[in-house]
């Protein structure tokens, strides 16, 4: 359960989903459910972003023993909801590069060098100005983000975790 609440977490967190997305797919696994989870019910209660994202943490916090499937690459995970999030245009270029690069340096990202992100420092914060290997090293973390985001969502993956926790 670890790896679809930290996948939900992420994904709101970078705007790549609302919480619009995760009622509907936390009420349409509650439908299908002859006993839904106490968790499923505490999203679809949430109605705010910042209800919402409390409800995340406390969940994560809940399942804190296991560990999420992408711990390893998590911040790849992260910079491609950041960059699936601009594609999809939830967030401006100015958001997305300052979000690439807060996270860049906290995360201390070594495949991506901090000083190469922008082509030059003095021009704006566009698409156009970043490094074309940052932006193809982006688009490959988006497309594993969003493999990872697709599976994790899809109801077969949640009834078979459900099923390996109530062993």
């Not at 406390?58 to 560990?67: R, V």
């Amino acid at each position: 359960m670890q790896t679809i609440i930290k996948t939900l977490l992420l994904a709101l967190e970078t705007k790549y989903i609302s919480i619009d997305f995760i009622h509907r797919w936390s009420e349409s696994l509650i439908e299908n459910s002859n006993n839904p989870k106490n968790w499923l019910i505490d999203l679809t209660t949430s109605y705010t972003e910042k209800e919402m994202l409390s409800t995340l943490k406390k969940l994560e916090l809940e399942f804190y023993w296991e560990k999420p499937y992408f711990k390893e690459i998590y911040e790849e995970i992260l910079l491609g909801f950041y960059y699936l999030s601009f594609k999809n245009e939830n967030i401006d270029s100015t958001e997305f590069i300052s979000s690439l690069i807060d996270n860049v340096d906290a995360y201390e990202i070594t495949n991506i060098d901090l000083e190469n992100i922008l082509i030059d420092y003095d021009k704006s914060y566009s698409i156009e100005n970043i490094n074309l290997k940052v932006l193809s090293m982006l688009e490959a973390f988006s497309i594993r983000s969003k493999k990872l985001f697709n599976y994790l969502i899809n109801s077969s993956f949640y009834n078979k975790e459900i099923k390996n926790i109530e062993k």
